[in-house]
Every structure is written in C-alpha cells, then in structure tokens.
C-alpha cells in the first residue's frame, strides 16, 4: 500500500457503527475499508483526463475529416458526461 498518511474524519454514530460491522464482517480493517470507499467515490466523482491528443490527415476517402469530427465529438461528449457538465 505504500506509506500511508494519517487523517482524521467525523462521521454520525450509526456510519461509525455501519463501518465497523462491515470491517468486522469482511475482516478487513477500517482502514481498508475508508480506502476502498474514497477510492470508488473518486474515480467517478473526479474529472476525466483531456484527451491525449487528436490527429488530423489526409485521406483519398474523403471522409477522414467527417469521420474525426465525428470521433473526436463522441469523445468530448463523453468526457463532458463523466463530468456531468452534459
């Protein structure tokens, strides 16, 4: 897991209780269990990377212009809807 770093949260009485039945009930510890949850909460809550790149050329079909804005617009709307701005 790599160094870890100490934190501390508050929490209502029944989420604390909830947490505990689960860690006791996995045996994982608590703070396997926080880890986990923050980590699943984070990859759909945080912002999508920007794309890598986009690529223009030229084609003989005469259609790589229309087919990379179409890819390139499937991407952005994507990307907008995981960051729920779409």
Do not use: N
């Amino acid at each position: 897991m790599g160094s870890l770093k100490r934190t501390t949260i508050l929490a209502e009485p029944d989420l604390l209780d909830r947490l505990d039945r689960h860690a006791r009930r996995t045996r994982l510890t608590k703070t396997a269990v926080i880890a986990a949850a923050l980590e699943a909460y984070l990859s759909v809550h945080e912002a999508a990377q920007p794309l890598a790149f986009i690529g223009v050329g030229r084609s003989a079909h005469g259609r790589l212009s229309l087919d990379a804005r179409r890819i390139a617009g499937r991407e952005v709307g994507a990307r907008r809807r995981a960051d729920g701005a779409g």
